[in-house]
C-alpha cells in the first residue's frame, strides 16, 4: 500500500512538472504568434526603406558586344545570359557552372567583382528616403541566423533608427536581403516559436515535435478530465 502510494504520488509530480514546462512552451507558442501577427510583413522585409522591385530600363539604342564574344570569355559552359544596369551601365550577367560572371555589355570585357564602394552606392540607390544616412560596408563570408543568401556578399550598415542593413552580392550586385530592427524582433520571435535558438530556420526538430505532441495528449487529457466531471454525469448518478 505504501509502495502504491509513493507511486501515486511520484506519478502526480511528474504529471505536474509536464504540465508546467508544456504549459510555458504553450505560453510562448501564443505569445510569439501574435507578436508576429501584430507585426507588418512589408515593415520586417523592410520594404518602406528600401526600393528592390523598381527595375532600370536598358537605354534605347545601345549597341551590345556579339554575346558569342562574351561566351567565349566566361571560361565555362554558359547556362543562362541575362542584360541588365547596374550602376547606370549595362552589364551581361553571365550564370556558368562554376559561378556567375559579369561583363560589359558594350565592350564585352570583364567586369571586376563588386567591390565595397560599388556596394555601396548600389544600397544608397535603392534608399527610399532623400535624406541617406551614414553607411558602413563589410564584407560576409559565413551565413548567419541574420543572413542565409548569396557569399561572399556586402552588408551596408546604415546608421538609421531602426538599424537597417541592406546585403549585396559580391558576385552579381544585387540587393539579397534587408534587415531592420523590426525584422530582427521578429526573427526572434520566430526563434522562440519553431525552438530553434541557433540557427531560427529548423521547424522539423525533436524539441518542436516533442512539445507539440506533449501539448496534444495534455490537451486530451485535460478534455477527458473535463467530460467526466461534468454536471450533468453527475446528475444522471443521482437520477
Do not use: C
Not at 565595397?116 to 560576409?140: D, F, V, Y
Not at 526573427?187 to 530553434?196: A, E
Not at 535558438?197 to 478534455?223: D, Q, R, Y
Request: proline share 5%.
Amino acid at each position: 500500500m505504501a509502495l502504491r502510494t509513493r507511486f501515486h504520488l511520484a506519478a502526480s509530480r511528474i504529471h505536474k512538472w509536464l504540465a508546467l514546462v508544456i504549459g510555458a512552451q504553450l505560453l510562448i507558442w501564443f505569445a510569439s504568434g501574435a507578436i508576429m501577427s501584430f507585426l507588418p510583413i512589408d515593415k520586417v522585409r523592410g520594404e518602406h526603406l528600401v526600393d528592390r522591385e523598381t527595375i532600370v530600363a536598358i537605354p534605347g539604342g545601345a549597341v551590345f558586344a556579339d554575346p558569342q564574344r562574351i561566351v567565349a570569355q566566361a571560361g565555362a559552359p554558359v547556362e543562362a545570359m541575362t542584360w541588365r544596369m547596374l550602376d547606370g551601365r549595362p552589364i551581361a550577367e553571365v550564370a556558368t557552372k562554376r559561378g556567375i560572371k559579369l561583363f560589359d555589355a558594350v565592350t564585352g570585357r570583364p567586369v571586376p567583382p563588386v567591390d565595397s564602394k560599388l556596394a555601396t552606392r548600389i544600397a544608397e540607390a535603392a534608399w527610399k528616403s532623400a535624406k541617406k544616412p551614414k553607411a558602413e560596408a563589410s564584407l560576409i563570408k559565413q551565413e548567419s541566423p541574420e543572413y542565409r543568401a548569396a557569399l561572399p556578399a556586402w552588408r551596408i550598415a546604415f546608421a538609421d533608427p531602426d538599424n537597417t542593413s541592406i546585403f549585396v552580392a559580391a558576385d552579381t550586385g544585387r540587393i539579397t536581403a534587408v534587415r531592420t530592427g523590426t525584422w530582427r524582433l521578429y526573427d526572434f520571435f520566430w526563434s522562440l516559436h519553431i525552438m530553434d535558438w541557433k540557427n531560427h530556420e529548423n521547424f522539423n526538430s525533436w524539441w518542436l515535435l516533442a512539445f507539440a505532441v506533449g501539448g496534444l495528449l495534455l490537451g486530451l487529457a485535460g478534455t477527458a478530465l473535463l467530460v467526466m466531471r461534468w454536471p450533468f454525469r453527475r446528475k444522471k448518478r443521482t437520477a
